[in-house]
């Protein structure tokens, strides 16, 4: 069974500063990776993805992430934060074989930028 | 177009109801999704279509009954729901073949009184 670990439930960051938001997650087979972002009020939203191929992923509005298959990571990183960046953060995974449609999601991050 | 649409924004239901959500993409997806997401927690898969037949249910109780009537709309019918039923909805569609990402429409606060 899979399963994804953040770390940090909240994340309080200062205006401009640099942000990572850990993941990690236990698998038994290989996986796909992804980051989303909830708004308040709103859906989902797919920062980025990893499937194969470079390790280093760019995503939408600055974000990138690393995945380190050694440390089961999935880190998203930005390198200046902005007032919009503060939402709600999701790591999820699901496996390479037939499961997936069944996207398992981490508990979320909660990132407050900070004026 | 890319996006997901779901209708109502917001449901108030008594526990007797019978009320229906619904979830319609016109991005030619061919997976379909329902979640449940409560307060600070996670998205929670229930059911998946796919080529509009029902491939998962992770074990949702009777009173959530989905239906796909055609490649474009996804609807979840909520009979006898239970006050712990209150949450939000939110509703996937996948494009098939090689893209694995869930794009997802703003959800339906369904709130069971």
């Known amino acids: 069974a899979q399963s994804v670990t953040q770390l940090d439930s909240q994340v309080p960051v200062f205006e401009e500063a640099p942000v990572e938001l850990r993941c990690n997650y236990s698998?038994?087979?290989?996986?796909?990776l992804f980051w989303y972002v909830q708004y308040p009020n709103q859906g989902l939203q797919l920062l980025l993805k990893?499937?194969?191929?470079?390790?280093l992923v760019k995503g939408i509005n600055g974000f990138e992430a690393e995945f380190n298959k050694s440390q089961t990571s999935f880190h998203l990183r930005k390198p200046s934060v902005h007032i919009s960046d503060t939402a709600e953060y999701f790591c999820?995974?699901?496996?390479?074989?037939?499961?997936?449609?069944?996207?398992?999601f981490g508990p979320g991050t909660s990132l407050s930028v900070i004026p | 177009d890319t996006e997901v649409t779901q209708t109502p924004k917001h449901l108030v239901m008594g526990m007797t109801n019978k009320k229906s959500l619904k979830c319609e993409q016109h991005?030619?997806?061919?997976?379909m999704y329902w979640y449940k997401q409560k307060a600070k927690k996670p998205p929670e898969l229930m059911f998946v279509?796919?080529?509009?037949?029902?491939?998962i249910n992770e074990s949702v109780p009777s009173r959530f009954s989905p239906e796909c009537p055609n490649s474009s709309l996804l609807n979840l019918h909520l009979h006898a729901l239970q006050p712990e039923d209150s949450a939000l909805y939110l509703c996937?569609?996948?494009?098939?073949?090689?893209?694995?990402?869930?794009?997802f429409g703003p959800g339906t606060r369904l709130t069971v009184t």
């Open positions: 991005m030619g997806h061919r997976a």
């Open positions: 698998s038994s087979v290989s996986v796909y």
């Open positions: 279509y796919s080529y509009e037949k029902l491939s």
């Open positions: 999820a995974v699901s496996d390479r074989g037939t499961s997936y449609d069944k996207v398992i």
């Open positions: 996937a569609s996948r494009k098939q073949g090689g893209s694995y990402e869930q794009y």
């Open positions: 990893y499937l194969s191929g470079s390790t």
